[in-house]
Nanobody, 116 residues
Framework: VQLVESGGGLVQAGGSLRLSCAAS????????MGWYRQAPGKQRDLVAA????????NYADSVKGRFTISRDNAKNTIDLQMNSLKPEDTALYYC??????????WGQGTQVTVSS
């Protein structure tokens, strides 16, 4: 499975960005897809995830009410709509996917920078 992210960039605090991730390869094996982020000197943390079959979502507390994850199974894509962005949302955002046998796949990352 290959994951390719797009949509990062620079935005002012309070603004919005939309990230997209396209999966290719053995996408039929994917159980969940989601987004993680890693700021300099910090660990990589879950931002949001969605199950591919039922669409059940899970969000980090810090983004609840501001970020929305969605999926398009026909296109094998997920999106992350990020609103009311804060400087603390600045990080490298990684697309992640996990297969039904718990193999993990990662994208190359896309930078999100929120200026104050």
């Amino acid at each position: 499975v290959q994951l390719v992210e797009s949509g990062g960039g620079l935005v002012q605090a309070g603004g919005s960005l939309r990230l997209s991730c396209a999966a290719s390869g053995s996408t039929f094996s994917l159980k969940t897809m989601g987004w993680y982020r890693q700021a300099p000197g910090k660990q990589r943390d879950l931002v949001a995830a969605i199950t591919t079959e039922s669409g059940i979502t899970n969000y980090a507390d810090s983004v609840k009410g501001r970020f929305t994850i969605s999926r398009d199974n026909a296109k094998n894509t997920i999106d992350l709509q990020m609103n009311s962005l804060k400087p603390e949302d600045t990080a490298l955002y990684y697309c992640h996917a996990m297969s039904i046998i718990h193999m993990n796949y990662w994208g190359q990352g896309t930078q999100v920078t929120v200026s104050s």
